[in-house]
């Protein structure tokens, strides 16, 4: 399957983005979806994951602000981003793992480009 994300852009602290993952390829409703995000001199880190069934996941520092859903219809996953803060800045990407361990990142074998989330103080 392959991935790409969209939807990054400059934003000010306490706003709001919605980032886009479209996939090609495969129908992705069998398909556990994630997304991760890596800032500049630090690792990748897992920031939410959703179930094929829609049960999700989500990294401590994003709970409450962040919510990942999906349209299986249109082989689309979507990260909807609240209350950002300038900690958020990153690359954002979305992946995808034909398994059933949505909250579990080193599963996650398919990825796509990034997109870039700026967030300013």
């Known amino acids: 399957v392959q991935l790409q994300a969209s939807g990054g852009g400059l934003v000010q602290a306490g706003g709001s983005l919605r980032l886009s993952c479209a996939a090609s390829g495969r129908t992705i409703s069998s398909y556990a979806m994630g997304w991760f995000r890596q800032a500049p001199g630090k690792e990748r880190e897992m920031v939410a994951g959703?179930?094929?069934?829609?049960?999700?996941y989500y990294a401590d520092f994003v709970k409450g602000r962040f919510a990942i859903s999906r349209d299986n219809a249109k082989n689309l996953v979507y990260l909807q981003m609240n209350s950002l803060k300038p900690e958020d800045t990153a690359v954002y990407y979305c992946?995808?793992?034909?398994?059933?361990?949505?909250?579990?990142?080193?599963?996650?074998?398919?990825w796509g480009q990034g997109t870039q989330v700026t967030v300013s103080s």
């Open positions: 992946a995808a793992q034909s398994g059933i361990y949505y909250y579990w990142a080193s599963r996650y074998d398919s």
């Open positions: 959703i179930s094929s069934g829609g049960s999700t």
